[in-house]
Structure formats: structure tokens, C-alpha cells
């Protein structure tokens, strides 16, 4: 009688604390770095042998190992597998960073990217060999002209903050050829960090706009500001509070009047595309960027891609390269000789900008359409006041709704709770939940900024709401080690960033021999 | 005796002749947290009242350091490179950041005394 | 809508939570003049099949570079990436993740990060390298603005040698950071005086090797003028692959190491996305700009990663920021750490030997063709051809043959007589014998 199989039965629970042999929690693996798992002979590839012939190195053949571990194939594979199970991602779940746009990635902008017509190209190849490459950055330059109202686009910056650059050298170039030395740029105490850093790579100080009551500009303040020396203001719109700055257009005509410039950071645009164009707001540079409004994908943190829209007045100062359709056929503008009337202030990388966003973004906009765009910004701002609705009995928002594509709250209801924002959102994690955008914008204490996006569904911000609510209850009710000791089930707990910052161990090294 | 003033930016500096030893105070210490590393003075900067001088880091914050008098940096404590743990636990004390030969007395009327600054600490919170 | 889960009677019921009427209530805030109630001038939504019919249809009127004989670098450079790569870095949990702010739940991104940081330093002969810039060129710039904070001087020295691409975006950017820079004269054969340029305002002097001709460059010299001026020496190199072939920067003398980590793993793109390497020595840390990820350990005592001397960077530095830069090239790193783990020593050092070997086959096959010489006695896996005619024109007729056969020097540097017949020309280990003999006959018919 075969008494060998037995079905598994649940008994009793599990012991939380038992301390495995390898270091593994079941799914949960414990993986060395690359470099501690070398072999001397192991190799991923397969490679022909090397002819036997003279180098033509001279005297600089390189004389030393360089000391890179060598793994097969499946150990490699394996160890990045293992490694990505310890990371959270939008496919697995809600993340609500605020300012980030973590909207779904459709698997189709990926497949498109990866066409050999596109991803196997070379940027030098001679023009001819390339026309549906700039047929496609002209098409996706036509769509981001039409959405945003604008006459221009500067295509390649690789990120937002670098289109803010490309946005600031255009109005230091204008201010050059109209031969003024304006050396101020007004920056909201809201925005992101990258606002005043990039001022700053442009020689320009950086004065601080204060916000009113209701969060945004403080317009009286603004103008008295304003003077001779302004070269230009920095306003994001909605602004980092979530908020559409009503008074913007008043803002444009005074900054205007004033011989300045409107740079606006188009990190929010999500909350307007396909509903109001910038251009009609009286903006005269805006980026765009396309991994956050259309879903090219953040991969841990990279890379992006930021064009820049520009007014007629800023337009002829745009960056090399350019596309220009021709008639008979696309060309590229390379240098300012072939630049015709425009006066390029230089260039602002290798090459011709992020082809595989380009990619992954027009696929992305054909995909959703005029109509699908205008849908995409309802939702999230339907999406972020849902949730702003639903929460704020239980939490604390700073400006009352409605808010735009997200969501702000502050910690004062956590006063007296022992619970702090970061705790708050650490306590998240446990929850199965990515955090929010903590500690940003820095004009209120405490800050949590929450936007859903409009990918997630109905059920999904159910969830959220839920959650927020219990988590919310439980610090109000004294729970304050749920919040202190938190993450409790995550790949790591809290980890110990001054150390970190005081004796830095930025790479790995073999350990000395003796 | 020695004497102690503070500044409204948090540096203390306390006079022995004309050099004054400088630092952050207990109270800007407490504000930053951990703090991680100091940039300091090159000995012979010379510096007028209210230049930034220094600079302090914590993990999630940084903040310049302004010289509270002018003068000439004659010696920085460079015990804070290896160890800026010691701002965290004697700021004014071991935790001191670099000596200045001050040219100018007259520029210390415009400081606090402790009792003064420890007003003006108690009227932020 | 495929991408848009909500349903109609969804939006009915959450706007009556909120207690608004209808959506455009959520628009209030909006001026009146600039709310659009008609969709704009853009075609609808369509379903994959149609979208991908379109952009099927743009890519077939591009030469892919897998459909013919390949020859082409001057800062770009083809590889064969291998399978796994592609497939790991379309792993959700590394494609659809952030940037890792959160630590505990992002330890996958920032080991990857820290073992590219190693590889990066290992390569180039660096103390330490940061989770990467834009791109090269970027990158470039960035250690030229680097090297002037870090020596309070101002002035940059770029060799004739450097890509004219990275000049020029090393010369815009520090233009409008208010920086100098001096351009050598663009030097072909790879002879240039650099260190009587050097003088006591100079930050750094930036040369690349394999430099944009090809040329090896022995950067022992250029260190040892720089230093003893208190200047700084940049290394660039545009082809990561030579490091497994050539003296690193390194162990050259180089205080700053930039460039295109694009060779390993990225693929050509079209020129984008690519990935800037940035390392240093240590002494010059706090004054880098970009990410860095640090090794510490978690409340339980196990070992842990964490971005770290963030007081660097623009989130809290604001306008004293070492730099504004704030993405990296995340998904780019990977790919980059994934191929160079694959290779590991033996992988690497061979691929190069045989990129290498490959060059110097096709250059003794070229300057077989008559009038065609070959201007490097040493070089890499690119070297620069004199063609006895302008080469732009000569490259257009072998792309008309089905042939990519190399970059005119003329496409980066137009208008100077001295450069219009020279050809840019790139070998690597994908090359066939059937691929050269192709590129021969082409070139020898089109010259003759």
C-alpha cells in the first residue's frame, strides 16, 4: 500500500519569529551582491576565441585584471530576479506618490520601443536611412504642440529638470539678444527642488514668491516683487498643494508687462492634458514629462524625457537639434548655419533626444486620443478628490478641495499621536501600500501628498480610503508601535541613513588579503 | 572670564583676545538631527561678518554657516571630519568649528548674550 | 478605454461623494477663457492593433542597423546584448518602480545601483562612481562645472579630441552657469599641446580616449601638467567596452572619469535613451552631482541600501545644489549591470580583444582600397580613414547600397575643408567576414 503521499493539512499558525538556517523567508531570498559570487572560469557568454594577431594598443594595453566577478547565465538571471522581488512597482499595487504621475504602464509602448526600425538605429546614420525615426519625433512634436497650445518644442531634454534648464537658457538667451542683464527669477516656496537648482546652473538668484492663505501665489506679493531685474518666474501648475492657480493668467500679464518671462514646470500636466492648453495661461516655456503625464515608464528612477514647449517669443531661441519637414522628405537641424531666422542657444546633449520615450509616449497618445487624453485628466482629478472627499474626516488637508490630479493632507492630525509623517507612511508599507509623497511641498508641516492617478480603479481607492481611515484611527487611538517600529513586513526594516551619510561605502570591495 | 554670544543664525563664539572660537549651538544641533558631515574653513580665509564660512549637514538637511564677526580663520577643528558626531554631543564645546582672529570688537555689540539668545530660542518654538 | 478603469456610473457615484455636480465643478479654478469644452484637433482613441500598424509602418522606413553591414560609432557603438538582459529589465517590479526613496520596499533597485556603482568604479580605475547621469555628454558638462567648484577656479580646457558633440554641450552649459571654456583646435591625427594651455585659472583640462578620431591617448602626461597647476584631469571615454582593453583612466591619473555607458546593454536607440557614467576619487564625493547609493545596515542589523549624502542634491540643496539634476537613467544602469555581469572578466576582456582584433581587420581591409589611408597607428575598435573624396557623400551612396558604412567627420563638424574626406569608421564583434567584404567592394566601387 503506497503510504507516501499525504495531502497538507493547516494545523496550527506559524511561527513569526523562527529564524531560518539560510537567511530566507520562504518567497523572501536573501542575495549576496554580483561580486561576492564570482568564479574564476565562469562566464554568461559565449564568445569566439580571439585570432592569434599583434594588438595595435601600443603602450596603453591595459596590464591589470579589472577584477569583475564572473557568473553563468542562470546564476545571473537568477540573482536580478531575486532582486526585483524586493522592490514595489505600479504592476503590483497603488502608488500614490504625489508630483510623480505612477500611472500604469501599458505593455504595448514597450513592444513598439523594442522594433528594430526603431530601437536598432543608429543616431548618425546618414538621413535618408531615418525618415520614419523623425517622421515619428515630428508627429509626437505636432501632438504635444496641439495639446499644450504652444507654437514650439524643443525635443531633447532627457528629464524634467533638464527641460527646466533648456526652459531658463532660452529666456537668459532672449534676455541677451534684447541685450538685458536681468539676473532675478521668482520661485514659489512650493516648488520642487529642481526649480531653484536650475536657476541657479543659469546664473540666475532665485527670490522666493510667498503663498496666500488658500495656497497659492500670493499675486499682491508677486507683483511687488517684479521689477526690471526679473528675468523670469518659476510657477508650477497645479502647483505642489494640488491646486490650480487661478490667478495665473493675471500672473502672465504682470510678469509680462514687467519685460519678464513665464517658465511653468509641467510636472502636473496630467491633471490638464486634453483639457486646458498652457499656451491659452499666457506660459511662455513649459516641460513635459513624458514619464509622468504619458506613462513611459520611471524604472526605478530612469530614464525620462523632458521637451519643452515654447511661446513665439521664446521659439526662435529653442535648442539644435530640430526636426523639419521638408516636403520631400524629414531633416535634421544640427547646426545653427541650417537654422535659418532661429538663433539656437546651443545644445543640450548628444544626439537627438529620448527615441525610446518618443516611442513609448506616441503609442501612448494615439492609444488614448484627443478624447482618451481629455478622459485621462478627469479621471485623475476625479480620482484625487475622491479620495480628498473621502478622508477628510479622518486626516487633516491644509486648503480645501477641490484639488486637481492629487491630494494634500499634513500631520495635524496626527498632533499629540506620538505617530509622525514619516511613521505614518512607513505604517503603509505594512499595509501593502507604496507611501505617498512625504515632507513635500515643504510650505506644509508634515506634508502627505497623494495622487492616485487615474489608472486606479474605484475598488482600488476603496481600499486605499479604508486603509488610510484604520491607520488614521489607530495612531488617534494610541497604536504607536504599529507606527514607530514600521515596516514590520517588508525586505528590510528601517535603515540607518546616518550611518550611511557619515562613513560612506559606496561600492563594493574585496576584503584585503592578508 | 570668558565671554559667549550668540548669533540669530544659531553660531555662538566665544572671545579669548582678539579670537573668537565658533560653533553652532545646542539648540541648532538638536534642530538638525544626526549631523553627518562639516565643511570647514581653509586656515587664512579671511571673512567679513555674515559670509557664509561653513557649511552643516545632516542626513536630510543642510545649512551654511555664517562667520558672526569678520576676520581671519586661523585654525579649523578638524577632529568634526572624521567624527561630526561630536556636533551632536558637545556643540559648544568639542563640537566647535573653526577660530577666528576678530577685526573688528566693535562688531560684537550686534550679538546676543546666552540669557538674550535663550529668549530668542524660547520665542521660536 | 482600455487603460481607464472607471466606469460611468463610478464617476456618478464618487462625484457625489464629493459633492460636486458634475466634473467641470472640479475644473472651477480654471479661468473661464482657458477651459476647452471641444475635444482638440487630434484623432481619437484606437486599439493596439491600430496603433501598432502605425508605428510598424514609421519604423519600416528606417535601415535598422540588424538589416545591414554595420560600421558606425562616433559616440554610439552596437553590441550584441544578450537575451536575459532584456527580459530581466522588463521585470515589473525594476520597469514600473520609482526612483528609490522608500528604501525598505526598493532594495532590488538599490543593490543594482550599488553593484553599478562598483562596476563603474572597477572600469574605469575610479574610487567611486555615482547611479549614473543622462548621457555622456551631459555628463561631461557636469564634471566641467564639477571641477570649477571643486578648485574654485573657472576655466575648462577641452582637447581637440573630444566628441563635438560634448563640447558642445559642455560649452552651452557652462556658458550659462558662467563658466570658461577653451576649445583645442579639433586635432584628426591625435597631436595636440594641452599642457602648455594649462595656466593657473585652469579647473580642468578634459580629454577623451579612445578619443573621437580613435586615437589612444596616454593620459599619464596631460595628469601629471594638471596636477602640479592644481588643475583637475577629466577622462572621457565614449566606448566603455576599451576599458576592458586599454589603461584605465584611473590608473592614468585621472581625477574625474565621464561617459556613455550606452555600449553595454542600452542599445543604439536613435541616440536615447543612453546613460552617463560619472566616478571620481573619493576625496572629490561631496562635490558630485546625481544619486549615490550607500551601503548600511537596517534596525535588525542586516546589511541594506540607502541613497545617501542627499545633501548634495537639489530636494534639499535647492539653488546651492551641486547640480539640478534629478532623474537618473535608472532602467539604463540595469541593463548596463546585467550585460557587464554576464561578461564578467573573462566576457569582458575578450569581447574587447575581439572588437579589437575586428578593427583591425577591417582597417588593414580598407586601406587596401586605393587612396583610402588609415590615420591612427593605434586605436581601439574605431578608427579614422582619409577617403580621397568628401566622405558625406560616399557614406549616402553605400546607405543607397544597403550599407551603413561609418560617420563623416563632416556630419559633426561642418564646413572645414580639412576634415570633409575623413571618415568616421567603427568595428565590432557582430561584423562578418561576409559584412567587410561587402563594405569593401561597396566602398572600392563607390571611390572608383
Redesign the interface.
Known amino acids: 500500500m503506497m503510504r507516501q503521499g499525504r495531502p497538507t493539512a493547516p494545523g496550527k499558525a506559524g511561527d513569526e519569529t523562527l529564524t531560518t538556517f539560510s537567511g530566507h523567508r520562504g518567497l523572501d531570498h536573501e542575495?549576496p551582491?554580483?561580486?561576492e559570487r564570482?568564479a574564476?572560469?565562469?562566464?554568461?557568454?559565449d564568445?569566439?576565441a580571439?585570432?592569434k594577431?599583434a594588438?595595435?594598443?601600443?603602450?596603453?594595453?591595459?596590464?591589470?585584471?579589472?577584477?569583475?566577478?564572473?557568473?553563468s547565465?542562470p546564476q545571473?538571471?537568477r540573482?536580478?530576479?531575486r532582486?526585483?522581488?524586493?522592490?514595489?512597482?505600479?504592476?503590483?499595487g497603488l502608488?500614490p506618490?504625489g508630483s510623480?504621475t505612477?500611472k500604469?504602464?501599458?505593455r504595448?509602448n514597450?513592444?513598439?520601443a523594442?522594433?528594430?526600425?526603431?530601437?536598432?538605429?543608429?543616431?548618425?546614420?546618414?538621413i535618408?536611412?531615418?525618415?520614419?525615426?523623425l517622421?515619428?519625433i515630428n508627429?509626437l512634436a505636432h501632438?504635444l504642440r496641439?495639446?499644450t497650445g504652444m507654437p514650439a518644442v524643443a525635443m531633447s531634454p532627457?528629464?524634467?529638470?533638464?527641460g527646466?534648464?533648456c526652459g531658463?537658457?532660452a529666456i537668459?538667451a532672449a534676455l541677451d539678444a534684447r541685450g538685458e542683464k536681468r539676473n532675478r527669477v521668482l520661485a514659489p516656496e512650493s516648488a520642487?527642488?529642481?526649480n531653484?537648482?536650475?536657476?541657479?546652473?543659469?546664473?540666475f538668484?532665485?527670490d522666493p514668491i510667498p503663498a496666500d492663505a488658500r495656497g497659492r501665489v500670493d499675486l499682491a506679493a508677486l507683483k511687488a516683487k517684479l521689477g526690471p531685474d526679473v528675468a523670469a518666474i518659476m510657477v508650477t501648475n497645479p502647483n505642489t498643494c494640488g491646486?490650480?492657480?487661478?490667478d495665473?493668467?493675471e500672473m502672465a500679464k504682470a510678469v509680462h508687462d514687467a519685460g519678464g518671462y513665464f517658465y511653468c514646470d509641467g510636472a502636473n500636466f496630467n491633471a490638464l492634458v486634453?483639457?486646458?492648453?498652457p499656451g491659452?495661461?499666457g506660459i511662455d516655456a513649459m516641460h513635459i514629462n513624458l514619464?509622468k503625464t504619458f506613462s513611459t515608464?520611471?524604472?526605478?528612477?530612469?530614464?525620462?524625457?523632458g521637451p519643452v514647449v515654447f511661446s513665439q517669443a521664446l521659439a526662435p531661441f529653442a535648442?539644435?537639434p530640430f526636426v523639419v519637414d521638408r516636403g520631400a522628405g524629414f531633416d535634421l537641424v544640427?547646426?545653427d548655419?541650417d537654422a535659418g531666422d532661429a538663433t539656437p542657444?546651443?545644445?543640450?546633449?548628444?544626439?537627438?533626444?529620448?527615441?525610446?520615450?518618443f516611442?513609448r509616449a506616441?503609442?501612448y497618445?494615439?492609444?488614448?486620443?484627443?478624447?482618451?487624453?481629455?478622459?485621462?485628466a478627469?479621471?485623475a482629478?476625479?480620482?484625487a478628490?475622491?479620495v480628498?472627499?473621502?478622508l477628510s474626516q479622518d486626516m487633516s488637508a491644509p486648503f480645501p478641495?477641490?484639488c486637481?490630479h492629487e491630494c494634500l493632507f499634513d500631520d495635524a492630525f496626527l498632533k499629540g499621536t506620538g505617530v509622525t509623517t514619516l511613521d505614518f507612511?512607513?505604517a503603509m508599507?505594512d499595509e501593502g501600500y507604496?507611501?505617498m509623497t512625504i515632507y513635500?511641498p515643504l510650505v506644509v508641516h508634515g506634508a502627505m501628498l497623494i495622487e492616485p492617478t487615474?489608472?486606479?480603479?474605484?475598488e482600488?481607492l476603496d481600499q486605499l480610503i479604508s486603509v488610510l481611515r484604520s491607520l488614521a484611527q489607530a495612531a488617534k487611538a494610541g497604536d504607536v508601535t504599529r507606527f514607530t517600529?514600521a515596516?514590520h513586513y517588508?525586505?528590510?526594516?528601517?535603515?540607518?541613513?546616518?550611518?550611511?551619510?557619515?562613513t560612506?561605502?559606496?561600492?563594493?570591495r574585496p576584503a584585503k588579503e592578508e | 572670564m570668558t565671554k559667549i554670544f550668540y548669533t540669530q543664525d544659531h553660531e555662538w563664539i566665544r572671545l579669548e583676545g582678539d579670537v573668537g572660537t565658533v560653533g553652532i549651538s545646542n539648540y541648532a544641533q538638536e534642530q538638525l538631527g544626526d549631523i553627518v558631515f562639516v565643511e570647514l574653513p581653509q586656515p587664512g580665509t579671511k571673512t567679513g561678518r555674515g559670509d557664509e564660512i561653513a557649511v552643516v549637514e545632516s542626513v536630510k538637511a543642510a545649512s551654511e554657516i555664517y562667520a558672526p564677526v569678520s576676520g581671519e580663520v586661523i585654525e579649523a577643528n578638524s577632529t568634526l571630519e572624521g567624527a561630526p558626531v561630536t556636533v551632536n554631543e558637545a556643540a559648544e564645546s568639542d563640537g566647535w568649528f573653526f577660530k577666528i582672529r576678530i577685526s573688528d570688537q566693535a562688531e560684537l555689540a550686534g550679538l546676543m548674550d546666552a540669557a538674550a539668545y535663550q529668549a530668542f530660542v524660547e520665542g521660536l518654538a | 478605454m482600455r487603460y481607464l478603469p472607471l466606469t460611468q456610473s463610478d464617476r456618478t457615484d464618487m462625484l457625489r461623494t464629493i459633492g460636486a455636480a458634475s466634473i467641470d465643478d472640479l475644473f472651477a479654478d480654471v479661468p473661464l477663457a482657458a477651459r476647452r469644452s471641444e475635444p482638440l484637433d487630434l484623432p481619437p482613441h484606437q486599439g493596439e492593433i491600430e496603433v501598432e500598424r502605425m508605428l510598424r509602418t514609421m519604423a519600416a522606413k528606417n535601415l535598422a542597423a540588424c538589416d545591414a553591414p554595420f560600421f558606425c560609432g562616433a559616440g554610439a557603438y552596437r553590441h550584441h546584448i544578450p537575451a536575459s538582459v532584456d527580459h530581466l529589465i522588463q521585470r515589473s517590479e525594476f520597469l514600473t518602480s520609482y526612483t528609490p526613496y522608500q528604501p525598505e520596499i526598493s532594495q532590488g533597485t538599490l543593490q543594482y545601483l550599488f553593484e553599478f556603482q562598483t562596476q563603474v568604479a572597477m572600469l574605469s580605475g575610479m574610487d567611486i562612481a555615482n547611479a549614473s547621469m543622462y548621457d555622456g555628454a551631459t555628463a561631461c558638462a557636469e564634471a566641467v562645472l564639477m571641477a570649477n567648484r571643486a578648485t574654485k577656479r573657472r576655466t575648462a580646457i577641452l582637447s581637440g579630441g573630444l566628441h563635438p558633440q560634448y563640447r558642445a554641450v559642455t560649452e552651452t552649459t557652462s556658458h550659462f552657469a558662467g563658466g570658461i571654456v577653451r576649445a583645442m583646435a579639433v586635432a584628426p591625427d591625435g597631436v595636440e599641446d594641452i599642457i602648455n594651455a594649462i595656466d593657473d585659472d585652469t579647473a580642468c583640462i578634459v580629454v577623451q580616449t579612445p578619443d573621437f578620431f580613435g586615437h589612444l591617448r596616454d593620459l599619464r602626461p596631460l595628469a601629471e601638467a594638471a596636477h602640479a597647476r592644481g588643475a583637475l584631469l577629466v577622462a572621457v571615454t565614449t566606448e566603455p567596452l576599451a576599458l576592458g582593453a586599454i589603461l584605465s583612466p584611473g590608473e592614468m591619473g585621472a581625477d574625474i572619469f565621464v561617459g556613455e555607458g550606452q555600449s553595454l546593454g542600452v542599445g543604439l536607440n536613435f541616440g536615447g535613451p543612453y546613460l552617463g557614467l560619472f566616478a571620481a576619487r573619493s576625496a572629490l564625493q561631496r562635490q558630485m552631482p546625481g544619486r549615490l547609493c550607500g551601503e548600511t545596515v537596517d534596525a535588525q542589523g542586516r546589511r541594506g541600501y540607502v541613497l545617501t549624502l542627499s545633501a548634495r542634491e537639489q530636494h534639499i540643496r535647492r539653488e546651492k545644489a551641486t547640480s539640478n539634476i534629478c532623474t537618473n537613467s535608472g532602467l539604463c544602469c540595469l541593463a548596463f549591470t546585467i550585460h557587464v555581469a554576464l561578461l564578467g572578466e573573462a566576457g569582458f576582456t575578450q569581447l574587447a580583444l575581439l572588437n579589437h582584433q575586428s578593427a583591425i581587420v577591417l582597417a588593414q581591409a580598407l586601406t587596401g582600397i586605393p587612396g583610402v589611408t588609415c590615420l591612427n597607428e593605434y586605436f581601439f575598435n574605431e578608427f579614422t580613414l582619409r577617403l580621397p573624396k568628401p566622405s558625406a557623400p560616399v557614406v549616402d551612396a553605400l546607405a543607397a547600397k544597403g550599407i551603413l558604412g561609418g560617420v563623416p567627420v563632416s556630419r559633426l563638424i561642418p564646413g572645414d575643408p580639412n576634415l570633409e574626406n575623413l571618415l568616421l569608421v567603427a568595428a565590432n564583434e557582430t561584423n562578418t567576414d561576409a559584412d567587410r567584404a561587402a563594405f569593401v567592394a561597396a566602398l572600392r566601387e563607390v571611390l572608383a
Open positions: 542575495e551582491l554580483l561580486f564570482g574564476e572560469g565562469r562566464c554568461g557568454v564568445l569566439p580571439p585570432a594577431m594588438n595595435r594598443l601600443g603602450d596603453l594595453a591595459r596590464p591589470s585584471t579589472i577584477g569583475l566577478p564572473g557568473l547565465e545571473v538571471v540573482h536580478f530576479v532582486l526585483s522581488r524586493k522592490n514595489y512597482a505600479i504592476d503590483s502608488y506618490l510623480c505612477m500604469h504602464n501599458p504595448l514597450e513592444k513598439l523594442r522594433l528594430p526600425g526603431f530601437a536598432d538605429l543608429h543616431p548618425l546614420q546618414p535618408s536611412t531615418v525618415q520614419g525615426a517622421e515619428l508627429t501632438w496641439v495639446l532627457k528629464a524634467g529638470a533638464h527646466e534648464l531658463l537658457m537668459r520642487h527642488g529642481t531653484p537648482a536650475t536657476a541657479a546652473m543659469c546664473g538668484s532665485v491646486l490650480f492657480e487661478n495665473i493668467i486634453g483639457r486646458v492648453r491659452d495661461l514619464h515608464p520611471h524604472g526605478g528612477g530612469g530614464p525620462g524625457a535648442p539644435l544640427e547646426f548655419t542657444f546651443g545644445r543640450m546633449t548628444a544626439f537627438h533626444g529620448q527615441m525610446g520615450m516611442v506616441l503609442s497618445m494615439l492609444s488614448h486620443g484627443a478624447d482618451g487624453l481629455r478622459q485621462v478627469e479621471d482629478v476625479l480620482n478628490n475622491y480628498l472627499a473621502s478641495g477641490p486637481m507612511a512607513k508599507i507604496h507611501p513635500f487615474e489608472t486606479e480603479s474605484k482600488s517600529q515596516p517588508a525586505p528590510r526594516n528601517r535603515l540607518d541613513e546616518t550611518r550611511a551619510a557619515r560612506p561605502v559606496l561600492r563594493w
